[in-house]
């Protein structure tokens, strides 16, 4: 591929609890060129952000740091080498909260303990010497607070959700499951994160399938009444878990796994529709960010108790719509157009947090929400 002297590269970058996504990008030709992605390498240290923070807590913001710096030169280097690349001039990173205060070396000891307040949650810019890497600069896309990050700020943008003229929801499945409701009469914006941790990233399932197929044996286990509705397995299987294929078996923990999972992000979207006052069937739009969603059989996520049945489509006119990585995107155009900028700021005035963990109702739903619903 023949790049010319004018050309300009960069780098989109979303940085995930569990994944770390990077695109190379023309800058001047507004195009793709390549993209990678990896498991994030702070791993060893927890697969949550509230184990990322108490490590950083236990004198580990160094190692932490390093893990993730470390990886991300090597990924700059994977594109520098591959293309034959004189320089990249921009890296953009997205991410949540956490995530972004551990790739600058800022200390998120304090979003561990009540009133969970980040060193910052502005956009912010730094020549790449700063930190080691081999880009020319580098800028991290704005949050709305502790725990809901750039990657909610730049997926709610991307998505122009406050543009539409609709009430609507945004839900992003990942390791933070974070969640928006749009309510269009009041023109404002509530969000919440719920743990969703990382079963639907691929990690921590020993089965060994991919998400999207994991949540379809799921289903066609409840179908089939290999797990009740408290989601046990049928003794049978309750000691040497179940065999979906001849390599894949599904153990009662990953059972558990997915049913924290699917009740923490389940929970949410019902908590937020609530808070907003917003019928869920008579939003206009829904808005599914997340790689899961291209995946994803809607109908199987409804009898699981992972999504609300509205959101299917089949009952109401939602107009249900899965937008990929949004975090991903949204570093990309800001790299085509820095005007984006404006619309996460628009994002960011919209927004109020709401806090789950006092929340009774949620802890109520929560708990209800565990269990296998009967459909």
């Known amino acids: 591929m023949l790049y010319l002297v004018m050309d300009t590269f960069g780098i989109g ?34 697969a949550d952000v509230i184990s990322r923070i108490s490590a950083a807590q236990n004198g580990k913001l160094n190692e932490l740091f390093n893990a993730v710096n470390n990886q991300i030169e090597s990924i700059l280097q994977h594109f520098i080498q591959k293309y034959s690349l004189p320089a990249i001039d921009q890296c953009v990173v997205s991410g949540n909260t956490t995530m972004l205060h551990l790739f600058c070396r800022a200390d998120p000891s304090a979003m561990g303990h009540s009133p969970y307040r980040p060193v910052f949650l502005e ?30 700020t730049a997926g709610l943008a991307f998505t122009d959700i406050t543009n539409r003229g609709e009430d609507s929801l945004f839900v992003d499945i990942g390791t933070n499951g974070e969640i928006a409701a749009w309510k269009e009469t009041e023109k404002s914006l509530f969000c919440c994160s719920t743990a969703a941790g990382p079963c639907f990233e691929e990690a921590e399932i020993s089965c060994g399938l991919n998400a999207a197929n994991f949540i379809d044996a799921i289903a066609e286990m409840k179908r089939n009444e290999i797990i009740d509705k408290t989601g046990a397995l049928k003794e049978k299987y309750a000691q040497t878990g179940f065999p979906v294929t001849d390599k894949n078996i599904i153990t009662q923990k990953d059972v558990r796994q997915f049913q924290l999972a699917k009740s923490a992000i389940y929970s ?22 997340g790689g899961l969603g291209y995946y994803l059989n809607f109908d199987n996520a ?48 919209h927004a109020k947090t709401i806090d789950l963990a006092n929340d009774k109702y949620f802890t109520a739903a929560f708990t209800h929400n565990l269990w296998f619903q009967e459909n």
């Open 13 to 46: 970058l979303d940085l995930g609890t569990t994944t770390i996504h990077a695109q190379l990008v023309n800058i001047k030709k507004a195009e793709v060129i390549d993209t990678f992605s990896a498991f994030n390498n702070q791993r060893e240290f927890g």
């Open 123 to 152: 956009e912010r810019s730094f020549a790449g010497s700063e930190l080691s890497l081999s880009v020319k600069n580098i800028t991290l896309l704005p949050g709305i607070s502790a725990f809901i990050g750039a990657d909610v």
């Open 268 to 289: 949410g979207i019902k908590l937020l529709c609530k808070t907003a006052s917003l019928e869920l069937g008579k939003i206009g739009a829904a808005y599914i960010a």
């Open 302 to 349: 409804a009898l699981t108790g992972l999504l609300p049945h509205e959101l299917t489509g089949k009952e109401t006119k939602i107009k249900t719509e899965v937008c990929g990585n949004t975090s991903l995107k949204g570093a990309v155009k800001y790299l085509f157009d820095p005007s984006f900028i404006t619309g996460c700021k628009d994002i960011i005035s």
